[in-house]
């Protein structure tokens, strides 16, 4: 277990680890690219999933939507070897930093989750914003990857 959170000044300009997990024992994590810095995806850890990650140096995240531990890259081979952990001041964010080498981190099969842009300006019509694709070829094909597995994401 992390070290208790005793006091605004130690969380925010203490040197011991003590992060907040939300209510269902969560807490948010960013990724990005240890060589371009681009975003790769957004997660979350449970205690156990930030443990292992630090101790394997490799990314452990909760998945949400299976309800369990996930060793990111354990079905596709695109595994995230951690090169930094950052928290922020209040410690109830994470910001991983990793190397996923010519991988991806997306399921859908882009390098990034944030494959797309939403267009600035006036809007016309809120329920036509025609996204821009950032990401143009799709790093491997998740059908053959995986077969197997049950679609992560939840409508």
């Known amino acids: 277990?992390?070290?208790?959170?005793d006091n605004i000044k130690e969380v925010?300009?203490?040197k011991y680890l003590a992060p907040k997990f939300d209510k269902y024992g969560l807490i948010p994590v960013i990724t990005t690219d240890f060589h371009t810095g681009?975003?790769?995806m957004h997660g979350y850890m449970n205690e156990e999933a930030l443990k292992k990650t630090i101790e394997n140096?490799?990314?452990?995240?909760?998945s949400r939507s299976r309800n369990k531990i996930w060793h990111k890259g354990q079905v596709s081979g695109f595994v995230q070897k951690v090169k930094e952990i950052k928290i922020?001041?209040?410690q109830d964010s994470i910001w991983l930093t990793v190397d996923i080498g010519k991988g991806a981190s997306c399921h859908v099969g882009y390098k990034?989750?944030?494959y797309r842009s939403i267009p600035l300006g006036k809007i016309k019509n809120d329920e036509e914003i025609e996204m821009v694709y950032k990401e143009k070829e799709k790093i491997f094909d998740p059908?053959?990857?995986y077969k197997d597995e049950p679609n992560p994401t939840k409508l």
């Open 143 to 145: 059908k053959k990857v």
């Open 12 to 14: 925010e300009e203490g």
């Open 38 to 40: 681009d975003i790769l």
């Open 57 to 62: 140096k490799e990314a452990y995240y909760w």
């Open 88 to 90: 922020d001041d209040d």
């Open 1 to 5: 277990m992390f070290k208790k959170r």
């Open 112 to 114: 990034s989750c944030f």
